[in-house]
């Protein structure tokens, strides 16, 4: 395992979470760097069991040489497929770290991050998907753009950026962030790295279908997971934060959930915390990417 690939957040506070039965079947559903599975191995027994999800090949180099441990080359929409295809069909715990590794933000070619301007706008997490940034920017219609920015980045000028997007790519196609930079140039230099960064994330989302793929992971887990095993969810924006929060108290992601006569409503899960847990001021100064984590905790039913 690379020690520089990422530097796992809120690690102990996750895996003491996680891992109550030390001879228990375990999933890490974003495997990345190894850093959460190797401390969760490190508290299961011979009979424990981790399975790890990742579809980033760069993740794959970093498989852990373990007999209890399996690593699943997939995204983890595709959680209970690949766990009954093993023979699991129930788990003690899932933990998901989401969002983007260190080693993704600080490869140029993988184009996450906002530094690198020579760098193409690629933002696939699975490189064997054909859909790209660079792609969306230059074949999206001016309303779907509208859309990607307004929903997955909650920019409020998401119809003007989409507008400015369309003009500028008739003369000169959009390849880089040089060249995304260049259409928003007019943006005040102390407000530009939050509006990139609000930018980048809605390309990234839609690139990667993530929110969709949260959802599903979500719903599986109500069916995977046994009475009393725990579901951890680290978070880094508010759109998955919502979404964790609600499917955690009512096992919906939007409406009203049925009451009985009580006022009570049936949900898969019971959240453990009354606040969100975040990282302290220690671990933000070593590791500046905690600092928009979130991580919820609650038991399954």
């Known amino acids: 395992m690379s020690e520089r690939y990422h530097n796992p957040v809120l690690l102990k506070e996750s895996v003491e979470a996680l891992v109550d039965d030390p001879n228990g079947v375990y999933a890490d559903c974003t495997f990345g760097g190894g850093g959460h599975s190797v401390e969760i191995l490190k508290r299961l027994g011979e009979q424990g069991r981790l399975i790890g999800f990742d579809q980033d090949e760069d993740a794959w180099k970093n498989e852990l040489k373990d007999e209890r441990f399996t ?17 699991y069909r129930k ?31 690629d933002m696939r997490m699975n490189r064997a998907s054909k859909l790209t940034a660079e792609k969306i920017l230059n074949t999206y219609s ?3 753009l509208a859309d990607v920015f307004y929903n997955y980045g909650e920019l409020r000028n998401a ?3 989409a507008r400015e997007i369309v003009g500028s790519r008739k003369s ?11 259409i928003f140039s007019y943006i005040p230099k102390n407000r530009e790295n939050k509006f990139l960064a609000q930018l980048f994330q809605s390309l990234r989302i839609e690139v990667n279908d993530e929110l969709a793929a949260l959802k599903e992971m979500l719903i599986q887990t109500g069916d995977l997971i046994e009475p009393g095993g725990k579901l951890v969810v680290i978070s880094y924006h508010s759109l998955e934060d919502r979404l964790v929060k ?27 915390q009354s606040k969100v847990m975040v990282p302290d001021e220690i671990e933000i100064e070593t590791n500046p990417r905690a600092r928009s984590a979130k991580m919820r905790i609650a038991v399954k039913n």
């Open 71 to 87: 690593l699943v080359r997939q995204n983890f929409r595709f959680l209970k497929n690949n766990l009954r295809y093993l023979g």
């Open 246 to 272: 609600r499917y955690m108290k009512t096992g919906m992601f939007e409406g009203e959930p049925e009451r009985d006569v009580y006022g009570n409503w049936e949900s898969p899960f019971k959240p453990l």
């Open 159 to 161: 119809r003007r950026m």
């Open 91 to 121: 788990l003690n715990g899932v933990l998901a770290d989401l969002g983007v590794s260190s080693h993704q933000f600080d490869s140029p070619e993988r184009g996450f991050s906002i530094r690198f301007d020579d760098e193409r706008l």
């Open 172 to 182: 000169e196609k959009i390849r880089t962030t040089a060249d995304l930079k260049k």
């Open 142 to 144: 001016e309303e779907k």
